[in-house]
């Protein structure tokens, strides 16, 4: 679609506000920059913006960090809200894990350079935030995307799929790039001013950065590697892998929150190891710990490390040097440790630790 | 005026926020909820979500990993 032609017109009829009362708009806030500066553009034209966001338990956001070292960090904040705090807005977060697992297992649309289902994905946030516009009767919905910025659901033939496919049509405004796209409802109608919008294009941040330094904006988020764990290299893998030796395209929510937390081995195709990498995610593991046959060094510290799949005799004792190869007793002689089942019997392992060169590189996850 | 107790122990971040949100959407104003986590990042987060959408916290504890937040509803629940 070129810029100039207009775009399909939402049909969903709004009764107008009460005299003087201001326009609304919901806008999708990730807690990264761009999505701030869009909320903040609106509300400088006199627009009540909230904020949506989605918690789809692929999140980058908080409690990733929480788990690893919580002892010693402070807990870090949850940037959408911060943003949001900024903005004077309120900021509505909404659980889409059952929802979502469509996106991620069928994507129409397929995958990017990893298992992000990018414009699957911006087209379900889009469509969510639609139904929430509706319900809650609000006018328009805003994004912070930037024209020919990655991910791929921001190219100019991928971003009327998205208003298309979420069914906002011309009620979806990016005041970031609105100049650069067909005029939407709240331009058309005046709510906002289009001479105001801007123009942003490409994958440099320096418009962003000028303009959030206009605002006064200095403490903003800048999520290396985007918020979502689905854009991570490695998280993939593991996530193909899970799927791979199930033989099905599905998981639960222990499943992906499990695939953050650890270092994974498979050193045999019937069962992988999640072997904890510090106080707060042999924490976190203990947690899983009556579900999973388990591992921990008694003889020296170590790490408890988790058995998804089924051991036989040998693959225990594998397991076991593995994970002495692991703690404190490394360079030991031999190390001794517990086996736990998930009846909660135990038997105990005396193991010579595996030296760090004779573990294929492949087994890692 | 009642008083609610919410258990979202054992949940992570954000799950305990989200809880918490829903169970004020279905409370009235000067209503008290009492939210008992365990994932510390409910410290924050709870306190930053009632500061945006204005209600208020009336304490907080956090003893033996065990976080119990209390809000008062506010007026535009």
């Known amino acids: 679609m070129s810029p100039q032609q207009p775009l399909p017109v939402n ?57 690893r070292n919580h002892e010693h960090a402070k807990p870090k904040r949850n940037n959408a809200l911060w943003t949001a705090e900024q903005l004077g807005i309120k900021l509505h977060i909404i659980e889409v894990i059952e929802e979502y697992k469509d996106v991620v297992i069928n994507p129409k649309h397929g995958y990017g350079a990893n298992l992000n289902p990018c414009l699957d994905c911006k087209g379900f946030m889009v469509r969510k935030a639609r139904e929430w516009m509706e319900k809650n009767d609000f006018d328009f919905i805003i994004t912070g995307e930037v024209l020919g910025q990655r991910p791929m659901s921001q190219r100019r033939d991928t971003m009327p799929v998205v208003a298309r496919e979420s069914g906002a049509f011309d009620r979806l405004l990016r005041p970031l790039c609105a100049k650069l796209l067909p005029e939407t409802l709240p331009e058309r109608e005046g709510w906002v001013d289009r001479s105001k919008l801007l123009d942003f294009n490409g994958r440099s941040r320096k418009p962003q950065m000028r303009l959030a330094a206009q605002y006064g904006f200095t403490d903003y988020a800048q999520p290396a590697g985007g918020c979502c764990f689905l854009t991570n290299e490695q998280y993939s893998h593991k996530l193909a892998d899970l799927w791979s030796t199930r033989g099905t395209k599905q998981y639960e929510l222990d499943d992906i929150m499990l695939l953050k937390v650890g270092r994974h081995l498979r050193p045999r195709p019937n069962f992988k190891m999640i072997v904890g990498r510090d106080e707060g995610e042999n924490n976190f593991l203990e947690g899983y710990r009556k579900r999973f046959v388990h591992l921990h060094a008694t003889s020296h510290e170590g790490p408890l490390v988790l058995i998804d799949g089924s051991a036989n005799e040998d693959d225990l004792e594998l397991a076991a040097r593995l994970t002495a190869r692991f703690g404190k007793g490394r360079e030991a002689e031999s190390v001794t440790l517990t086996v736990t089942d998930m009846q909660g019997n135990n038997r105990e392992f005396k193991v010579v630790p595996m030296p760090a060169n004779e573990i294929p590189p492949e087994w890692y996850l | 005026m009642s008083h609610f107790v919410l258990d979202a122990r054992y949940l992570l971040c954000p799950m305990p926020v989200i809880r918490t949100q829903n169970r004020i959407a279905e409370l009235a104003p000067g209503d008290t909820l009492e939210v008992h986590a365990t994932d510390p990042g409910a410290l924050h987060d709870i306190p930053a979500w009632c500061r945006v959408h204005g209600h208020e916290v009336v304490s907080v504890t956090n003893a033996d990993k065990k976080i119990s937040i209390t809000l008062r509803v506010g007026g535009a629940a």
Do not use: W
Not at chain 1, 31 to 59: P, R, W
């Open chain 1, 11 to 67: 049909s969903i009829a709004r009764a107008a506000p009460a005299a003087g009362a201001p326009r609304k708009a919901v806008a999708l806030i990730s807690g990264g920059l761009d999505s701030m500066l869009a909320a903040k553009v609106m509300l400088e034209q006199g627009i009540h913006v909230e904020g949506i966001n989605f918690y789809t338990g692929f999140c980058v956001e908080g409690h990733t960090h929480a788990i």
